[in-house]
């Protein structure tokens, strides 16, 4: 199977900052990478996939890049309302599988 | 509106067995493929199935195979999991989520249901 590691587990931040989370694969996965929000009691939102590219209707501060096995989910200027965790998830192979997650909170 | 509504979570014994449903609304069922994903509490997400928009190809992460069945209605718009030899491993909220992408080109879960609670405890 295909281990997805996310860093950092957690970042904590001020409005207005940018933060980068990493996600590598255990494996190349090309750019089948997928970035999810998600907020505690709600479902998860898909945000980027094909590694970079915006799911409709998500804001612009939010970015991706990277493939093969290396990849950065970027929050251009985080906001309160981003405060969630954020997963990346392969999905190249099956099974699939997702990043042990990250939680992003406001300093 | 594209909706998802899970149903069938609740509290089971260990070895017992248990079926979700999810009813789909406001697209094209048959179309897509539709997966479930889980969360353990204090855990990270975790996909469990897949399966195709025909129902012909299912595919399951190894924690839930030979354990688990997904299957889907396309005359009814409701996707299923069975489950079964439930273990303490396997409680968790369990979202039904539709697979963007055509083809074997699936992308990622563009569309996700509120999530039903399974526990599993004696």
């Known amino acids: 199977d295909i281990q997805m590691t996310q860093s950092p587990s957690s970042v904590s931040a001020s409005v207005g900052d940018s933060v980068t989370i990493t996600c590598r694969a255990s494996?190349?996965?090309?750019?089948?990478l997928a970035w999810y929000q998600h907020k505690p009691g709600k479902a998860p939102k898909l945000l980027i996939y094909?590694?970079?590219t915006l799911q409709s209707g998500v804001p612009s501060i939010f970015s991706g890049s990277g493939s093969e096995t290396d990849f950065t989910l970027t929050i251009s200027s985080l906001q309160p309302d981003d405060v969630a965790t954020y997963y990346c998830?392969?999905?190249?192979?099956?099974?699939?599988?997702f990043g042990q997650g990250t939680k992003v909170e406001i300093k | 509106e594209v909706h998802l509504l899970e149903s069938g979570g609740g509290f089971i014994q260990p070895g017992g067995s248990l079926k979700l449903s999810c009813a789909a609304s406001?697209?094209?069922?048959?179309?897509?493929?539709m997966s479930w994903v889980r969360q353990a509490p204090g855990k990270g997400l975790e996909w469990v199935a897949l399966?195709?928009?025909?129902?012909?190809?299912?595919y399951y992460a190894d924690s839930v195979k030979g354990r688990f069945s997904i299957s889907r209605d396309n005359s009814k718009n409701t996707l299923s999991l069975h489950m079964g030899s439930l273990g303490g491993e396997d409680s968790a909220v369990y979202y039904c989520?539709?697979?963007?992408?055509?083809?074997?080109?699936?992308?990622?879960?563009?569309?996700w249901g509120q999530g039903t609670t399974v526990t599993v405890s004696s």
């Open positions: 989520a539709k697979v963007g992408g055509y083809g074997l080109d699936y992308y990622g879960l563009d569309v």
């Open positions: 406001g697209f094209t069922f048959s179309n897509y493929a």
């Open positions: 399966t195709s928009g025909s129902g012909g190809s299912t």
């Open positions: 494996q190349g996965i090309s750019s089948w």
């Open positions: 094909s590694a970079s």
């Open positions: 998830q392969q999905t190249n192979t099956f099974p699939w599988t």
